[in-house]
C-alpha cells in the first residue's frame, strides 16, 4: 500500500513502513487496547499505530521511557500466555561519568503492564547488582494527539477538535480534548511515588538506588470520556473474569507440545478479544485495525468455537438481533431485517465523518447469522433462545428475499447505495477483489459465489429450526427454496473450464470465471454437487492455489494475483479453516489435512506462535518461513479461532441431540498428533472427557469420563 491512497481505498489501512518490522506487544481489555514496542514504549515507529486507545479515540500517543539519557538494552519482553500482563527486562549500558559512573549491566530494570477498565497501570521495578549506589535520572514523555482510529489508518480530516489546558497536581497531570463532536476527552497521569519534576508532557525522577535494595516506581494512564474519574496509581487489575477463552485451551491436550502451544495461543488471544457486552459476550474482530464489533467476524469465530464454547454463540446472536436494523437508511446502507456489518465509537463516527457508526455494507452478514442460529439450536437444543431469536431469523430471511435479491433473479446481491460505502460488500471488501478472467472489474450488482452458499445454508437450517417450533409448513417452504437455489448456483456459477465455481455474477450475469478461494466455501455451506465438489477439491490443492503454507486467496495464474495483496493471492487462516471444513463435508480428509498441516507449520513461525489476520501467498521455501503482510491485524479473532474449527472437522465431530450423541464421522488426525484428549465438552447436562489414538487409517475413540448418559458414535 502506499501514502497515497487511492479513492477507492480509502477505508484501507494505509502503510508507510512495514509493521513487520516493529514487532509490537499488544493488551486488550472491554473497549481500550494498547500497543506497544517491544521496550514498553509508545512512539510514532512502524505505521505509527502504536498508543493507548478507548472507543475508537487514540488517548495516548507517546509514552517514551528513559534512564540517564542512555539508550536501553532489550533482555527480554513478552506477553504473558493469558494476554493479562507485558513485561519488558531491561539493563543500562556502562555509563561512564566524573566521579563515577554506572558498570554496564549492573542496573536491572523491569516494566510491567495491564490494561483493565480503561487504565492502563505500570509498575517499574529498579535493583541494583553494583557494589556502590548509582545516581538515575529517570524520565518519562507523553504525549496525547486524540487521533480517531481512521486517521491513524491514513484518514485526513479538514478540521480537528481543540487541545484543553494541561493541568498538572501533586501526583500527576491531565491532558484533555475537545472534539468537534462538543465531546471532552481526558488523559490522566498519576504517579506513586510523587515524582521530582513535573511538567505538561512528562514527569522526571531522581533516583539512588542502593546495593540490592529494589526501588518501585508505579503510574497510570486513564482514559476518560465526558469527564475526569478518580483512579489511584498504585492500583492492580482484578483477576480476569472471562476465563472462558482460555478455557478451550485447558479443553484440548495432544501428544504434540507445539500444537498444544499453537492451541493455548489461540485461545488466550480469543480470550483477549472477547468483550462482554450486555448481551453477553462478543468477540471484537482483531487489534488494531478493528478492535470492535463485527457481523461477520463475530458469526465465524462463533461457529469455529461452537462445538467447545456455545454461550460465545449466544452472545454473538443476541447482539446482532439487538442491532439488526429496522428500516431503511442508504447513508448506512440499512434495510430492514440487515445484520449489522460493524459498529465504531470515536469522533469520526459520531460526526458521520466515516459510514461505520452503525454500518450496514455487507452482503453475507444476514445468511450467516441465520446460519449461527441454526448451529446454535442443534448443538444446545436452547429452546428458550430460539423462540427469543426467530423474529431477527425471520427478519433475515425476508431481507434475503426482499433486499438481497437486487435484480429479482433468485441470487443474493450487493451495489452500495453510498459513494462513501465499501465498493465490495463480501468478505474480501477490498476495492479491487472482484474482477473477470482479464483483471478487468466486476461492476453492477455483484453475486459472490460465497454468498449464495449462505443463502443455501441459512434456508437449510431455518428449515430445522422451522421444524423445532412445529411450523412444518414454512419449513417446507424454506427447503424448497434452498433446493431451487442449490440448482440454479450449479447451473450458472459452475465453469467446468477452470475447475471452479466462479468467483462472482457481474450486473450482467457474466461469469467472473476466476479461481478463487471462495469456491471453497460452497463445499463448507454443501451447496455444491459431488462431481463439481471432487473437481473443486483438485483445484483448491494445485501448487497455483495452494502455497504450502495454506490456500491463496486467488490462484497463481489469475490475471491480478499478488503474492502481496490484501485479497488476490494471500492466505487467510479463517478461509483455510472453512474451506478446509467444505473438504471434509465431502470426504476429501487428505486434502483437508494438508490445510491443517500447512497452518500449523505456519504458527512454528509466527512470534508467539500467532497466526495473524493473514500473511502472504508467496510459495513456501526450504527452511524461509512465510512472509508477514505489513497491516495485519494480530490478534484477530477469527484467525485465533481457525484451529478450532480445523480440529473439530478433521475429527469430523457433530452433535445429536435426541437421543444425546457425539459423532465421530470418518475421524482423522495429522501424522504429528498420535493422541489427543478432549476435557470437559459440555453436551446438554452432560460433560465428557475423552481419549483419542490415531492409527494408520483412523482414529480410536475412548471415554475417559461422563457425568450422565451419552452415547458416542464413531462412523469408519
Known sequence: MDDLIHVN??????????????????????????????????????????????????????LEFSVSGVPLLLLNSAVSRDNNAFSVDLTLPEITAPGGGIP??????????QLCDGVLYETVELMNYAHEPVNLQLALNLAADYSDIFEVRGQTRAQRGTALPTALSGDGLRLGYRGL??????????????PDRLVEDGAGFDLVLQPREPMVLRWSVACDLDAPAEHAASATCPPPAQANGSRLGRMLYSSNEQFNEWLGRSASDLDLLVSQTPYGPYPYAGVPWFSTAFGRDGIITALQTLWLWPELARGVL???????????????????????????????????????????????????????AAEYHGRTGDEATLRALWPAVEAALDWIDRYG????????????????????QGWKDSFDSISHADGAPAEGAIALCEVQAYV?????GAARLA?????????VQLEAAAAQLRRRFNEAFWCEDIGSYALALDGRKQACRVRASNAGHALWAGIAEPAQAATLAKTLLAPGSFSGWGLRTLAEREARYNPMSYHNGSVWPHDNAIVMAGLARYGFHDEALRLLTGLFDASLNMELMRLPELFCGFPRRDGEGPTLYPVACAPQAWAAGSVFQML?????????????????????????????????????????????RRHENDVSVNILRQSAPLQVAVLI
Open 9 to 62: 481505498e480509502r477505508w484501507y489501512v494505509s502503510a508507510t513502513s512495514p509493521r513487520a518490522d516493529a514487532r509490537t506487544r499488544v493488551l486488550k481489555h472491554g473497549d481500550a487496547f494498547a500497543v506497544f514496542d517491544r521496550l514498553g514504549d509508545i512512539q510514532p515507529a512502524g505505521l505509527g499505530e502504536q498508543g493507548l486507545y478507548r472507543d475508537g479515540t487514540r488517548f495516548l500517543s507517546r
Open 104 to 113: 554496564r549491566d549492573s542496573v536491572h530494570i523491569r516494566r510491567s503492564k
Open 181 to 194: 463532536d462538543a465531546r471532552p476527552r481526558y488523559t490522566q497521569v498519576r504517579f506513586d511515588p510523587v
Open 318 to 372: 443476541h447482539y446482532l438481533a439487538a442491532h439488526q436494523s429496522q428500516q431503511l437508511d442508504r447513508s448506512r446502507e440499512a434495510q430492514p431485517g440487515k445484520i449489522l456489518h460493524e459498529m465504531r465509537g470515536g469522533e469520526m463516527a459520531a460526526l458521520r465523518e466515516i459510514p461505520f457508526g452503525s454500518y450496514y455494507g455487507t452482503a453475507d452478514a444476514t445468511p450467516l447469522f441465520v446460519v449461527l
Open 405 to 424: 435479491d437486487v435484480d429479482g433473479d433468485g441470487f443474493v446481491e450487493y451495489q452500495r447505495q453510498t459513494a462513501d460505502g465499501l465498493e465490495q
Open 456 to 460: 443455501y445454508a441459512a434456508r437449510c
Open 467 to 475: 421444524r423445532a417450533l412445529g411450523q412444518h409448513e414454512r419449513a
Open 648 to 692: 473439530q472437522n478433521c475429527l469430523g465431530l457433530s452433535f445429536s441431540l435426541d437421543p444425546p450423541q457425539l459423532r465421530f464421522e470418518r475421524p482423522r488426525l495429522p501424522v504429528w498428533i498420535d493422541t489427543l484428549e478432549i476435557r470437559d465438552l459440555p453436551m446438554g447436562e452432560a460433560r465428557i472427557d475423552l481419549a483419542l
